[in-house]
């Protein structure tokens, strides 16, 4: 049975009180629109999307699709003047006798690959799902001003989407409320006309919709710091005869790399001051990948994990030493990416970049460090989207506190049992190269 996303995005965004649908509004340098459709281009378990969308943007979403190389978009439908018509549209062009139907709003753009699995594991046994969380807040019901009722705050939940349906159920559902204009929802339309129990999966905070022009500020913040899902399903065989350039590879993380990617028949290059290859030196960075390039006629992977930590307040360091962190944290970076690029575009490669948990906020002491990977973190989204016409991957690793020659130079021994493995970070960082993500922040943790 196929599994059908339906995106509703014909809405005129007249509460948002711009020109512009918020759809196609921009938040960290791509459209909403963008972001929710590469969730379901993303999920495994979405056959085909069916995006339904506002008649006057036809042209600009066809233009959207074709740019990301969206493969499963296979309907591109112009909605109706309501909600409800939109999703009776989407649900009208689905021929199978029988199908599971996901529908989503398109100014969701923060849905998590975990919800969309449970919804679709709950259609086994049901007809309908809704999701919802819990309401942090007592709801009062209000007449005239004058608190009326307080509802026990343990039987509500506050609505998301998507929701979810056999296809013949929300089929009927709509045949029976073809005249009917008092519509909140798809579920609201199961329990009206009774048509089945509604079951809700768990919704997450995140999972927050735009609707007025301050949701944007708070959605580029939480893109910023967002982190995809660490990758599992690639297949480490796959490294077999890849090619790929590790700078910092001599130590810690970028060692591990090396010898995972060794024992899966990689072919591999360290490259660090040890062996002559200066990262702060753009020429340096350059040279050292044309010979790798010269010698194996190809390079699949980069992998910058090179990077410096020291302490002190900003005031009582000399400018040379925080000059250096710069240059060997993020002009590093820069140059890596940049030597890096002309290469990949021949074999559709990827990069990857390191940060730390640091970055989200500034650390008294290591004011330097956290501002780095912070920037770190801007550039590769950046690059992401710059990089996709070419078709090249980059992401950005965040591991937690690793076990690395790094950190016992700063901190000194600390109890294993509380260090990431250096080991368990070089298993993620390969399996995302080998991944389809690209713009990510992908958090390493113990667990």
Do not use: W
Not at 209 to 236: G, V
Not at 244 to 255: A, L, Y
Not at 291 to 302: A, H, Q, S, T
Not at 411 to 434: N, R, W
């Amino acid at each position: 049975m196929k599994n059908y996303g339906i995106i509703l995005a014909s809405g005129t965004g007249n509460r948002y009180g711009s020109d512009i649908p918020k759809q196609f509004v921009k938040i960290a340098g791509k459209t909403v629109f963008e972001h929710t459709v590469a969730i379901f281009e993303g999920a495994k378990s979405i056959d085909e999307i069916i995006v339904v969308i506002t008649p006057e943007y036809r042209h600009f979403a066809e233009e959207l699709i074709i740019k990301n190389n969206f493969k499963k978009v296979v309907k591109l439908l112009n909605g109706g003047e309501t909600r409800k018509e939109s999703s009776s549209i989407g649900i009208g062009s689905i021929e199978d006798e029988e199908a599971n139907v996901i529908i989503h709003d398109c100014a969701r753009p923060f849905l998590s690959q975990r919800i969309i699995k449970d919804c679709i594991k709950a259609l086994e046994t049901y007809n309908a799902v809704d999701v919802a969380i819990p309401s942090a807040d007592t709801i009062i019901k209000v007449k005239d001003n004058i608190i009326d009722k307080i509802p026990d705050r343990k039987y509500l939940k506050r609505g998301q989407t998507p929701q979810c349906f056999k296809l013949s159920t929300i089929r009927k559902a709509h045949e029976l409320s073809k005249n009917d204009n008092n519509f909140t929802d798809d579920c609201g339309l199961i329990v009206k006309y009774g048509l089945g129990e509604v079951y809700v999966v768990e919704g997450e905070g995140e999972n927050i919709k735009i609707t007025y022009p301050e949701d944007i500020y708070m959605a580029d913040r939480l893109f910023q710091i967002r982190s995809a899902e660490s990758p599992s399903e690639q297949n480490l065989a796959d490294l077999k005869n890849k090619v790929i350039v590790v700078f910092g590879g001599t130590s810690g993380i970028g060692e591990s790399i090396i010898n995972i990617a060794n024992e899966h028949g990689a072919k591999t290059y360290s490259a660090s001051t040890r062996t002559g290859c200066d990262i702060t030196d753009y020429e340096s960075v350059r040279t050292y990948l044309a010979e790798v390039n010269k010698k194996e006629g190809r390079i699949d992977y980069v992998v910058n994990s090179a990077g410096i930590l020291r302490m002190g307040k900003l005031l009582d360091r000399d400018i040379e030493d925080v000059k250096k962190d710069i240059e060997i944290n993020y002009i590093g970076a820069i140059n890596v990416s940049k030597a890096s690029i002309p290469y990949l575009k021949k074999t559709q490669g990827g990069i990857l970049q390191f940060a730390s948990s640091s970055y989200t906020r500034g650390r008294a002491l290591y004011s330097t460090y956290s501002s780095t990977k912070a920037g770190i973190v801007n550039l590769v989204q950046a690059l992401a989207e710059e990089l996709l016409p070419d078709k090249i991957r980059i992401n950005v690793i965040n591991p937690e506190r690793c076990a690395t020659p790094m950190r016992f130079k700063a901190f000194g021994k600390e109890p294993e049992d509380t260090l990431l493995s250096p080991q368990k970070a070089a298993e993620v960082s390969l399996k995302t190269l080998l991944s389809d993500l690209t713009g990510q922040v992908i958090d390493v943790r113990r667990g």
